[in-house]
């Protein structure tokens, strides 16, 4: 009984070490330490730095989490590229966001995520398809695509794609999805804050709780991650998710 237990065990933890390899947590900014470093949580070692302006913290949305980034003209943290961020095909993006002022002028769209070439952005559109909107853009695949009217209070925000279709969540839930003509690779220097290009087309506004998934989030991780945060919700980001770990309290129990 007792090896049948541990062999029970041991499929389930593959089978869902399996399953969390498939949305590999890659970058993860909660924005809790201070000075102008970054410091990636994600144990992938991306960390990020100012290149323009300081790193300017506040109070989060919530105390459980802690501080968060606020971003302005001046304001652009520069992530260099690496293996780890180097995606093919299937790509999450999550974070909580509050924005400020439409800077930019309009028909304009101030960055939150850019890339190097212009590879894959997120904005909020001052104009150039709808003010006032989150927009998305994976180099051309899809072209530039208002998704949903977002206001000036925090909201959470996921964006998954799994090579044919991407999902775009507001608090939780799927509310937008688009078609792509296939997948891409994902690749470059990452900017958050501010368009790969320096010019007039930078967010304004609050950052936290930022992260990168190599892979597809579900609707329930999502949530998951929004009511808790993303810190605890993968094994890769817990060392009591490691392998090892778990195979010794399995055995620790017998």
């Known amino acids: 009984m007792k090896k049948f237990v541990i062999i029970v065990s041991l499929v389930a933890l593959f089978s869902f070490s399996t399953m969390l390899m498939a949305q590999e947590l890659v970058l993860y ?15 992938k070692g991306n960390d990020g ?31 260099k590229d690496s293996k780890s961020l180097t995606i093919d095909k ?5 974070m909580w966001e509050k924005k400020g002022d439409e800077i930019g002028g309009t028909g304009t769209l101030p960055r939150i995520f850019s ?3 212009d590879l894959h952005e997120l904005a909020m559109d001052s ?3 709808q003010k006032g909107a989150f ?15 977002v206001d000036q209070n925090w909201h959470h925000i996921a964006v998954t ?12 839930e799927d509310v937008f ?9 994902y690749k470059g220097d990452l900017f958050i804050g501010s368009r790969c290009v320096l010019g007039n087309e930078s967010f304004k506004g609050w950052l936290d709780e930022v992260a990168v998934f190599a892979g597809v989030l579900s609707k329930d991780k999502v949530k998951q991650i929004m009511n808790g945060g993303v810190n605890g919700q993968l094994l890769s980001v817990s060392d009591q998710g490691k392998l090892g770990w778990t195979w010794g309290a399995i055995k620790a129990g017998y």
């Open 90 to 94: 299937e790509i999450s993006f999550v």
């Open 29 to 43: 900014y909660s924005f809790d330490e201070s000075g102008d470093k970054i410091v990636d949580k994600s144990g």
């Open 49 to 79: 730095a100012f290149d323009q302006g300081k790193g300017k913290r506040v109070a989060s949305k919530a105390a459980n989490f802690g501080q968060a980034m606020e971003f302005d003209a001046l304001s652009r943290i520069v992530v």
């Open 177 to 185: 999805q688009i078609k792509a003509a296939g997948p891409g690779t």
């Open 115 to 117: 890339r190097t070439s």
């Open 161 to 172: 794609g799994d090579g044919s279709t991407f999902h775009v969540y507001l608090d939780g």
């Open 127 to 129: 104009g150039n398809k």
């Open 135 to 149: 927009a998305i853009y994976f180099g051309n695949n899809p072209g530039w695509t208002a998704c949903m009217l």
